[in-house]
Nanobody, 115 residues
Framework: QLQLVESGGGLVQPGGSLRLACVVS????????IGWFRQAPGKERVLVAQ???????YYDPSVEGRFIISRDNDKNTVSLQMNAVKPEDTAAYYC?????????WGRGTQVTVSS
């Protein structure tokens, strides 16, 4: 059974950094591109970063140049390094394999950017 466990969120000041982690179990991570999504209060969940099976990263313009996505298939983990964070980065962050047949979501991890 697929499980997605996100961690690493918290309260951070503007300009600071956080590193989020997503541990995936129940599937072979090597076979999937993975995305990090975020959902701010009252807004839809949106994809902000994704990493291909071969490690290529792609980013929404809102986070390009500040966030870095990476994967360690041996540890079944996908990470999101968040740098130079802004108040508008405040949201719950979720990871998910980017395949239509995968509909499971984890509980997410809350990131709050505030001074």
């Amino acid at each position: 059974q697929l499980q997605l466990v996100e961690s690493g969120g918290g309260l951070v000041q503007p300009g600071g950094s956080l590193r989020l982690a997503c541990v995936v179990s129940g599937l072979n991570l090597d076979n999937y591109a993975i995305g990090w999504f975020r959902q701010a209060p009252g807004k839809e969940r949106v994809l902000v970063a994704q990493i291909s099976r071969t490690g290529g990263g792609y980013y929404d313009p809102s986070v390009e140049g500040r966030f870095i996505i990476s994967r360690d298939n041996d540890k079944n983990t996908v990470s999101l390094q968040m740098n130079a964070v802004k108040p508008e980065d405040t949201a719950a962050y979720y990871c998910k394999p980017l395949r239509a047949s995968v509909t499971t979501w984890g509980r997410g991890t809350q990131v709050t950017v505030s001074s």
